[in-house]
């Protein structure tokens, strides 16, 4: 890489995720829909999504041609970016690496959805601003960001 000023950035999660599916696309066959971490703002995340519904569509489908199915579309330069990185380790390590991002994707799904429903506690400013379900939702989701 080149010396930029700054610090240097962790790749996102997202980002380690897609590059893990790109190196070996049937680590897509782990994760079962629908996933959790569809909801997540964040920017990537309906690529991976995408990458993983072509992986289940075409399972034993190639990196070449996962990326050749982005081809005319802004996303592939940067795919391509990403494949061409070496990962370090072998499949049983970048299977636990894949399943490990998704459970952070997952609790940051969690932690995302604690904060709105928190805020909206806070807006009304008394308990029953949640509905009932609402209420088991968030104990549900407090739940899995303390897992």
Excluded: C, N
Excluded at 93 to 116: M, S, V, Y
Excluded at 134 to 140: H, P
């Amino acid at each position: 890489g080149g010396g930029g000023a700054g610090p240097t950035q962790k790749p996102s999660i997202v980002r380690s995720a897609i590059a893990l599916l790109l190196q070996k696309p049937a680590l897509a066959l782990e994760l079962q829909p629908p996933f959790r971490f569809a909801a997540l703002r964040q920017p990537g995340i309906s690529l991976l999504i995408e990458l993983l519904q072509v992986v289940y569509e075409r399972p034993d489908i190639s990196t070449g041609s996962l990326i050749e199915h982005f081809a005319d579309r802004d996303e592939q330069a940067a795919l391509q970016k990403l494949a061409s990185q070496s990962m370090p380790g072998d499949d049983e390590r970048w299977r636990e690496a894949f399943i490990g991002a998704k459970t952070q994707l997952d609790r940051q799904t969690a932690q995302q959805r604690i904060d709105e429903l928190t805020a909206k506690w806070r807006e009304i400013g008394t308990s029953s601003a949640l509905s009932a379900e609402e209420r088991a939702e968030l104990k549900d989701m407090q739940q899995l960001v303390r897992q």
